[in-house]
């Protein structure tokens, strides 16, 4: 599916986006690890997630959609049974190893695969502890990629460094913890997302923090949850950054997720000259959640790099959008994860750029931009199958002065498959 991304107007309105995507995943392995029925509401239902349901499926677990909920019936660790097949985990790099933790934990033969793109990005990272705790694991090229081949059971604790900043490597990690003998402890350098921490305290697993350092002592036993899942800030991204950059816009995101591990798209925002409001702000399930107003503003250059990378890891390609639109130099640094990601997001940030008219380079951990506060446009894009590539396209289609076509735009299914009719109420 081809779309034509175009000035419009300007964007005004409110709305709520889906459901977290990280927190999904989490609520529907967790849930299914706990003993009792779990109700989820505001799931995501983004190809992704989608993907982890069907893994704990094949695994045993019975999830049923029930309305606007979803009701898991956890069976504990000892519940889970050996998969009449592999574990298609699609696209999804956080089912993957997040899955790789739980099979970790299991002596049945487990087989993790997914599509060419996930079978392509780095495995070795999840790998390396997991085996280190006492899980059989091997896989292509040296167990450095998937398809992944587990058996696991009888894990030990272990003290670990955590070499990359990586949520899913950590979470694989507490994951297996759980069901492991003895204290794991991580220590990170670099604080990565906090979701699966926050979670598993709420369901009162023998957790603790302190800074920079998790410890778990296990085994233990999960309770079964209520979980309401706050909007996605990575899908509330799109409509920030356009809302920040089409004139007269002013739109109202409600219910958004702004856990300081992730919110760092809005400090960046702001640190641009976004006129970006918190309202309501609130706690739910551990998780803070706020509404989130923002208005058009004269946005100026902004260079980017270090501890704030991990919080809006995900947000950069439409973060570039909005430098493409400040007047000066703008740059990215200490973001070669996102060579990593469903794409080399590094390279196709500054193709589709350089496309639309804009002066980019890549470095060999970001990129650079020189904003002129315009996008030209009138160009047709390939969004290579990566979502947030295609939706970043897409919100520079409503400021450039041309319009830009984005071709397999179906591809934002896997994280936001709403994203079209959320644009049509905003610009109606």
């Known amino acids: 599916m081809d779309i034509e991304f175009k000035k419009s107007g300007p964007l005004r309105g409110e709305l709520t986006v ?28 983004g190809e992704d997630v989608k993907s982890t349901i069907r893994c704990m499926r094949r695994l045993g677990v019975e999830i049923v959609r029930d309305g606007e909920v979803m009701r898991i019936r956890g069976k504990g660790y000892a519940g889970l049974t050996e998969p009449d097949d592999v574990l298609d985990c699609g696209n999804s790099g956080t089912t993957m190893r997040l899955l790789s933790g739980v099979a970790a934990t299991r002596p049945f033969l487990t087989v993790l695969t997914g599509d060419s793109s996930l079978r392509r990005r780095p495995m070795a990272r999840v790998v390396k502890p997991l085996s280190m705790m006492g899980a059989v694991i091997c896989g292509r090229e040296n167990s450095r990629l998937a398809p992944l081949v587990i058996r696991g059971g009888e894990l030990k604790g272990i003290e670990y460094q955590m070499e990359v900043a990586s949520a899913q490597v950590k979470s694989a990690i507490l994951l297996a913890a759980l069901d492991a003998r003895g204290e794991t402890v991580i220590r990170e350098t670099v604080l990565s997302r906090d979701h699966t921490e926050r979670m598993l305290l709420e369901m009162g697993a023998n957790l603790e923090r302190n800074q920079n350092e998790i410890r778990l002592r296990g085994p233990c036993d999960l309770n079964s949850m209520e979980w309401r899942i706050p909007g996605d800030i990575s899908s509330a991204a799109f409509w920030l950054a356009a809302a920040a950059i089409v004139p007269g816009s002013e739109v109202l995101v409600r219910d958004v997720g702004v856990n300081p591990t992730r919110a760092g798209v809005i400090t960046v925002l702001e640190s641009m000259g976004a006129e970006i409001h918190l309202e ?5 399930n551990g998780e803070p959640v706020a509404d989130i107003l923002v208005k058009h503003s004269e946005l100026k250059p902004i260079a980017i790099g270090g501890s704030i990378i991990p919080s809006l890891i995900d947000e950069i390609p439409v973060l570039a959008v909005a430098m493409a639109m400040a007047h000066g130099t703008s740059a990215v640094r200490d973001a070669v994860e996102l060579r990593a990601k469903e794409s080399d997001r590094i390279a196709m940030i500054v193709s589709i750029l350089k496309q639309m008219g804009v002066e980019a380079a890549e470095t060999a951990d970001g990129f650079v931009i020189h904003g002129r506060g315009k996008i030209p446009g009138n160009c047709r894009l390939a969004a290579g199958g990566d979502h947030r590539i295609a939706m970043a396209s897409a919100v520079a289609g409503l400021a450039a002065e041309m319009p830009v076509m984005v071709e397999d735009f179906n591809c934002v299914d896997i994280s936001y498959p709403s994203f079209l009719q959320d644009l049509q109420a905003l610009t109606r």
Do not use: C, Q, T
């Open 18 to 45: 889906p459901g977290d995507k990280s927190i999904s995943h989490r609520a529907v392995i967790l849930a299914s690890l706990a003993k009792g029925e779990s109700v989820v509401h505001k799931i995501s239902m």
């Open 280 to 284: 309501d702000y609130r706690i739910i």
